[in-house]
């Protein structure tokens, strides 16, 4: 790449403050260049970070600077297909923070108008970036664990504060929004398959969104477990069995946070493997991603297409849940 692409972002949410702004500033070949907020309070540790920061008190205003090449979308889950195709119309390339819709079926609108203009338009599912999960699906394809005949997935935290956007109805919170992303799309990612049927799913629902989704699923070679919650206490867990060996991922979601990513494979004769990944940062490897693939073409390894098929699994698991049959 030759000059960096220069992005801005909308809306001053913590999570773009203290995860995605830093990635940007710290990626090679990339440049934090303005932020739309109203309020500048809100604004000042964003310039802090990247001083010249540019500030717009709206929306629009940042879509309408010439400057911007690359957006990225923080808001509200009911408000990434409205302002990714916003930011698409403006000339922008645009990625958006997961989940990028409600419904799989919202999503196609975004990608015809990616199509339309040429312009790359993902979710920001940052883990398929992280080199952890990349070498889980290349032992798994190379046989690591024998045939793969089952998964276990397990992502919680306790955040019952009814103000909280993950806990708001209106604004799309619910555990499956905010973390069944990746209890599904991971594994899709690691493995390549699609999941065939909803066998039963079990959730319960506070003040209007899900707060806990316990589902098991038919992949074509292999059977899945998954739970997720914002009622239990912290966990998080990936554990791929075989036939002759398990592969497990520790930390398989908020690496340096929750702990040290590693992958820890355990083969016959208590034969046991561990490969460690300290301080890799994937918001950063997602940027510059992002950043090869607007200047060099080099193929998003999380296409729209692929967040599509994670939403659908997602829809599919509360379609079941709603049928009220359980099990």
Not at 65 to 90: G, R
Not at 93 to 105: D, G, I, N, S, T
Not at 211 to 223: C, G, N, Q, R
Not at 317 to 327: F, Q
Request: charged share 20%; glycine share 10%; hydrophobic share 45%.
């Amino acid at each position: 790449m030759t000059d960096p692409i220069r992005w801005g972002i909308l809306g001053a949410a913590n999570f773009a403050l203290t995860h995605m702004a830093p990635a940007i500033h710290a990626a090679r070949d990339a440049h934090l260049l303005a932020l739309a907020t109203s309020d500048r309070a809100k604004a000042a540790p964003f310039a802090a970070l990247a001083p010249g920061l540019r500030v717009h008190d709206g929306y629009d205003a940042l879509l309408a600077d010439p400057d911007i090449e690359a957006v990225y979308v923080p808001l509200p889950n009911t408000l990434h297909v409205e302002w990714a195709l916003k930011a698409l119309d403006a000339g922008k390339h645009v990625l958006v923070e997961k989940p990028v819709a409600m419904r799989a079926a919202d999503i196609d609108a975004v990608i015809a108008r990616r199509d339309e203009t040429g312009l790359l338009a993902a979710e920001a599912f940052m883990i398929v970036h992280h080199p952890q999960w990349v070498k889980a699906r290349e032992m798994l394809a190379d046989g690591a664990i024998g045939e793969l005949a089952h998964v276990d997935v397990r992502f919680s935290y306790n955040n019952p504060d009814p103000g909280n956007i993950r806990n708001r109805a209106d604004v799309g919170g619910g555990a499956m929004s905010d973390i069944g992303v990746y209890a599904l799309g991971g594994v899709r990612f690691a493995t390549g398959e699609e999941p065939e049927t909803i066998r039963f799913a079990d959730v319960d629902i506070e003040g209007g969104v899900d707060v806990f989704a316990h589902f098991a699923a038919d992949f074509p070679s292999f059977s899945y477990d998954g739970l997720v919650s914002t009622r239990l206490g912290l966990r998080q867990e990936v554990v791929f069995h075989g036939r002759t060996g398990v592969l497990t991922l520790p930390v398989p979601f908020n690496a340096n946070v929750f702990g040290e990513a590693r992958l820890v494979l355990e083969r016959p004769g208590m034969e046991v493997t561990t490969w460690r990944f300290p301080g890799v940062n994937h918001y950063v490897l997602q940027v510059e991603a992002f950043g090869r693939s607007v200047r060099d073409g080099v193929p998003f390894a999380c296409p729209l297409e692929f967040s599509r098929g994670t939403q659908a699994a997602m829809d599919a698991v509360l379609s079941k849940a709603r049928e009220g049959t359980g099990r």
